[in-house]
């Protein structure tokens, strides 16, 4: 840079970088392609109930951006586990709130809300008949989840009306329990 250029800081609001968000919107609208995206975890006995999943990256455009990171799963001792991690319908559960929460930040920041706080609390039952295979009528998972969001910052009422019903319509993790996806299982016996 010369003497005479000031860098621009980017735009940020809740921590959200709306240059970037706005160009990355921009290159999947003219550019498809760019927008599709491609998610692989690993998961691996570890013993008893317990096991670890494997992340080395995620495919955007066609490139893979390497970012590993693992994660243990359990379950409760009156479950059979250890207690040492959470289990798969805690994570699960984590996964919906957490991605929801980033949909509620973005929709915040692009219309310029500053958030204060922001807090999903999600429930359901899972009746352990269906699981244990005990009664072939009861459902082995949720049939429901209940979610609370509690949110405040500078938005109205009606803001934050509009940003709940976007990010029920655009949240990758709502759609996927929301809807049947179709699981294609293959086994391999070795």
Same mark, same amino acid.
């Given at each position: 840079m010369d003497g005479n250029t000031t860098a621009i800081a980017p735009k940020v609001v809740n921590g959200i970088n709306l240059d970037d968000l706005f160009e990355l919107?921009? @290159?999947?609208r003219s550019e498809p392609a760019t927008g599709k995206t491609k998610w692989r975890v690993a998961t691996t006995w570890q013993g008893q109930t317990r096991s670890r999943a494997e992340v080395e990256g995620f495919g955007i455009g066609g490139e893979l951006v390497r970012r590993p990171f693992s994660i243990d799963i359990d $379950?409760?001792? $009156?479950?059979?586990?250890?207690? @040492?991690?959470?289990n798969p319908q805690e994570h699960l559960i984590a996964a919906l709130n957490a991605c929801m929460t980033v949909g509620y930040v973005a929709q915040c920041a692009v219309r310029g809300i500053t958030l204060e706080s922001l807090a999903i609390e999600t429930e359901g039952e899972i009746d352990l008949r269906g699981f244990l295979g005990i009664d072939p009528a009861v459902p082995p998972g949720y049939e429901n989840l209940r979610y609370t969001v509690r949110i405040k910052g500078n938005g109205t009422p009606a803001q934050f009306y509009e940003i709940h019903e976007a990010v029920a319509a655009t949240s990758p993790n709502f759609?996927?329990?929301?809807?049947?996806?179709?699981?294609?299982p293959t086994l391999v016996v070795e």
């Open positions: 919107i921009g @290159r999947v $379950e409760p001792l $009156e479950l059979g586990g250890s207690n @040492r991690f959470a759609y996927n329990l929301s809807r049947q996806v179709a699981l294609k």
